[in-house]
C-alpha cells in the first residue's frame, strides 16, 4: 500500500503565507524524488517545485522561486511546501508526488504516485 496525503490547504489573503504537508507511507522515501504540483480550474497540472532524494537539490518553476520553498524530513517520510508571498494566481489544488527514480519529478510522467490534492485560495 502507497498512500501520500497532503495536509495544510486553505484560504488565504495576497502576501500571506501557507505551509503544505504531504506524508508518505512509500516504504522507499528517502530514496526517491519528490514534488510538488498543482492544477488550477480549466488548466493543466503544472510542476511547481522538485526535491531529490537527498534533499541537497532543489528545484523550482520560475513563477515561485523566491516564494516557496520545498523540504522533506526522510526520518518522517514527510515532504513540506512553504508558501510565502501568496497571489491569487497561486490558487490551485497542490498535489504531492513522488518520482520512480531519485531525482524529482518535473513532469506528470515522471510521477508514479500522487496524492490526493489539497485547495489552497489565495484572495485578492
Known amino acids: 500500500q502507497v498512500q501520500l496525503v497532503e495536509s495544510g490547504g486553505g484560504l488565504v489573503q495576497t502576501g500571506g503565507s501557507l505551509r503544505l504537508s504531504c506524508a508518505a507511507s512509500?516504504?522507499?522515501?528517502?530514496?526517491?524524488?519528490m514534488g510538488w504540483f498543482r492544477q488550477a480550474p480549466g488548466k493543466e497540472r503544472e510542476f511547481v517545485a522538485g526535491?531529490?532524494?537527498?534533499?541537497?537539490?532543489?528545484y523550482y518553476t520560475d513563477s515561485v522561486k523566491g516564494r516557496f520553498t520545498i523540504s522533506r524530513d526522510n526520518a518522517g517520510n514527510t515532504l513540506y511546501l512553504l508558501m510565502n508571498s501568496l497571489k491569487p494566481e497561486d490558487t490551485a489544488v497542490y498535489y504531492c508526488?513522488?518520482?520512480?527514480?531519485?531525482?524529482?519529478?518535473?513532469?506528470?510522467?515522471?510521477?508514479?504516485?500522487w496524492g490526493q490534492g489539497t485547495q489552497v485560495t489565495v484572495s485578492s
Open positions: 508526488a513522488a518520482a520512480r527514480s531519485y531525482n524529482y519529478p518535473s513532469r506528470r510522467s515522471e510521477v508514479a504516485y
Open positions: 512509500v516504504r522507499t522515501f528517502s530514496s526517491i524524488g
Open positions: 526535491i531529490i532524494w537527498t534533499g541537497s537539490t532543489t
